[in-house]
């Protein structure tokens, strides 16, 4: 399976962007889609994710009532942001594992990364 991540930029406080990932082949209902983001000197962190088949999704508190998932057709998971703040500027990663889950390592397959920076 191959995840191939877009949609990053730069962009001012407050303001949005929606990530999307598309995935190699279709995304079967048992799986879970996550998002991760790892801003520099950091160590990845779990951002939300989705299970597939019934559409549960689960944020971090940081970026809960700002950012959802979404489903986008039968291969491709949404991330929308709003409210954008400094702190949420990193590389930011899509992932896909079987378990519910906000560990890293739980993932299997990971998407290359895309940058957001949000200036002040």
């Known amino acids: 399976v191959q995840l191939q991540a877009s949609g990053g930029g730069l962009v001012q406080a407050g303001g949005s962007l929606r990530l999307s990932c598309v995935a190699s082949?279709?995304?079967?209902?048992?799986?879970?889609m996550g998002w991760f983001r790892q801003a520099p000197g950091k160590e990845r962190e779990f951002v939300g994710n989705?299970?597939?088949?019934?559409?549960?999704t689960n944020y971090a508190d940081s970026v809960k009532g700002r950012f959802t998932i979404s489903k986008d057709g039968a291969s491709a998971v949404i991330l929308q942001m709003n409210n954008l703040k400094p702190e949420d500027t990193a590389v930011y990663y899509c992932a896909r594992a079987l378990d519910f889950t906000t560990i890293p390592s739980d993932y299997t397959y990971w998407g290359q990364g895309t940058l957001v920076t949000v200036s002040s």
């Open positions: 082949s279709r995304i079967f209902s048992s799986a879970v």
């Open positions: 989705i299970r597939w088949g019934v559409g549960r």
